[in-house]
């Protein structure tokens, strides 16, 4: 089975770690890495210069955001099943490719998807974000996977549409929600750390934006004709304390350079543009 990971990436040298993570990945399938970087400016381009040898297709030009970038990759991804990695993240371990696959093994698996920890550039996990297994009904409840774990066969996102530019901060969601929700897709839960994450993702890097995301969340139902969703953006930000409650398990360390010839297996198509 062929496996598309795509990492957006605008000026953030931490790419490197994100790629690094994706190499050293242990499994017997093909990976075809796509890279869409929105026109950095910084050393984000000479990084990335540095893993052509293992990059399928590289886009840099300015986009849209990130949400755009993402799409852009999907255009350009040919496996039967996309992941999607930003920049500043990085996957757990180096099995997780292995793990999400055999998930897909099972042809009804439309979409699977796991936890998640936040750690600090120190490497300590200040927030884990257990998943827990998918019920309908969570989603009255302000439940939903985290994006960077969500795996998706390349034919749900031909047949039901990609990241919607119309929510600048939360079209993960809103693309999840319409999935899941709205198309019933089958989804399968991982309980497993897949990403481990910076704390300074799109929706949450800061106030503003965390202020921002919430009237998106109840745009996304009514954008989609589904009902319920008017408290949803209270119980999500009621419910986020309890993934500081937990005892976190302490994130796998990966080695700062993998042997890039080792247990993965590229796709070389070469496509900058």
């Given at each position: 089975m062929k496996i598309s990971?795509?990492?957006?990436?605008?000026?953030?040298?931490?790419?490197?770690?994100?790629?690094?993570?994706?190499?050293?990945?242990?499994?017997?399938?093909?990976?075809?890495?796509?890279?869409i970087d929105g026109g950095s400016t910084d050393e984000t381009l000479n990084v990335l210069e540095g893993y052509k040898d293992n990059i399928a297709v590289l886009v840099s030009k300015p986009d849209g955001g990130i949400y755009d970038g993402m799409n852009k990759g999907i255009d350009k991804a040919t496996g039967e099943v996309i992941g999607i990695l930003n920049a500043d993240d990085r996957y757990s371990g180096p099995l997780v490719i292995r793990d999400v696959l055999q998930a897909f093994s099972d042809e009804k698996t439309d979409a699977c998807y796991g936890n998640l920890v936040y750690t600090n550039e120190a490497g300590k996990v200040v927030r884990y974000w257990k998943a827990g297994?998918?019920?309908r009904m969570n989603?009255?409840?302000?439940?939903?996977?985290?994006?960077?774990?969500?795996?998706?066969?390349?034919?749900?996102?031909?047949?039901?549409?990609?990241?919607?530019?119309?929510?600048?901060?939360?079209?993960?969601?809103?693309?999840?929600?319409?999935?899941?929700?709205?198309?019933k897709i089958n989804v399968q839960?991982?309980?497993?750390?897949?990403?481990?994450?910076?704390?300074?993702?799109?929706?949450?890097?800061?106030?503003?934006?965390?202020?921002?995301?919430?009237?998106?969340?109840?745009?996304?139902?009514?954008?989609n004709q589904l009902r319920g969703g008017l408290f949803v953006p209270a119980l999500r930000l009621a419910g986020r304390?309890?993934?500081?409650?937990?005892?976190?398990?302490?994130?796998?360390?990966q080695a700062e350079r993998p042997d890039k010839t080792r247990g993965?297996?590229?796709?070389?198509?070469?496509?900058?543009?």
């Amino acid at each position: 089975m062929k496996i598309s990971i795509i990492t957006p990436v605008l000026n953030d040298p931490r790419v490197a770690r994100a790629l690094d993570s994706i190499i050293s990945q242990q499994h017997e399938h093909e990976v075809e890495l796509v890279v869409i970087d929105g026109g950095s400016t910084d050393e984000t381009l000479n990084v990335l210069e540095g893993y052509k040898d293992n990059i399928a297709v590289l886009v840099s030009k300015p986009d849209g955001g990130i949400y755009d970038g993402m799409n852009k990759g999907i255009d350009k991804a040919t496996g039967e099943v996309i992941g999607i990695l930003n920049a500043d993240d990085r996957y757990s371990g180096p099995l997780v490719i292995r793990d999400v696959l055999q998930a897909f093994s099972d042809e009804k698996t439309d979409a699977c998807y796991g936890n998640l920890v936040y750690t600090n550039e120190a490497g300590k996990v200040v927030r884990y974000w257990k998943a827990g297994s998918f019920r309908r009904m969570n989603w009255y409840f302000g439940w939903a996977p985290p994006h960077p774990t969500f795996f998706v066969r390349k034919y749900v996102y031909d047949k039901y549409g990609v990241f919607n530019l119309g929510f600048p901060v939360a079209a993960d969601y809103e693309l999840m929600l319409r999935f899941i929700l709205k198309h019933k897709i089958n989804v399968q839960y991982l309980n497993q750390v897949l990403v481990n994450m910076a704390p300074d993702g799109n929706a949450t890097k800061s106030i503003a934006n965390i202020l921002k995301a919430k009237p998106e969340l109840s745009r996304a139902w009514r954008h989609n004709q589904l009902r319920g969703g008017l408290f949803v953006p209270a119980l999500r930000l009621a419910g986020r304390p309890l993934q500081f409650i937990p005892p976190p398990p302490p994130p796998m360390i990966q080695a700062e350079r993998p042997d890039k010839t080792r247990g993965f297996r590229p796709v070389h198509r070469r496509g900058k543009g």
